[in-house]
């Protein structure tokens, strides 16, 4: 069995889904929207618009970070892919999509996020894809109004450093009963 991509290869279980029931709260698929006050940062990249990259705190334990983005757009007329990224402060950055599945958040590493041309993608907390950058195995917790350095490697439009406030999703928190 070979798997498509020479990244996927090197990565382990690239194939199965994490079970994270623990983790479940802090990365709880929202209600609705990013948080509209916070800061608006928006970066530009070859035809592609990163609108608001944003991380959420961690809770205590928990050793992966999450790092989301409000909205890709793509002005161009060639689809791109998010197929990665670096953080200094965590050792690796996975591409991951999850979902919820009887009430257990699942997540797994996939190859990449597409941007289709002339079109745009979510990648905020709480969307129904479940997109987002899993910072893998960190080296101190995430905390509210923390600001980190992210690059975002594109297939096409290539590499792209961006600034990346941790701050709490106004949904992704306190629906549960
Ligand atoms: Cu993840």
Do not use: C
């Amino acid at each position: 069995m070979t798997f498509l991509t020479q990244r996927l290869a090197r990565r382990q279980t690239a194939s199965s889904w994490l079970v994270l029931m623990l983790a479940a709260s802090a990365f709880a698929l929202g209600l609705g929207s990013a948080p509209s006050r916070a800061s608006n940062q928006e970066y530009r990249k070859g035809s592609l618009e990163i609108e608001h990259p944003y991380a959420t705190p961690t809770a205590p334990g928990q050793p992966h970070g999450a790092l989301f983005i409000r909205e890709i757009k793509n002005r161009g007329t060639t689809a791109d892919q998010l197929i990665g990224g670096r953080v200094s402060i965590a050792k690796s950055v996975e591409v991951h999509q999850m979902i919820m599945d009887n009430n257990v958040m699942k997540m797994r590493e996939i190859p990449g996020i597409e941007v289709p041309a002339k079109g745009k993608v979510s990648m905020k907390q709480g969307s129904k894809e479940g997109y987002h950058l899993m910072l893998m195995n960190l080296n101190a917790p995430l905390k509210e109004g923390d600001r980190l350095k992210a690059t975002l490697i594109f297939k096409q439009a290539g590499e792209l450093e961006v600034d990346v406030i941790v701050e709490k999703s106004h949904h992704g928190h306190g629906h549960r009963h």
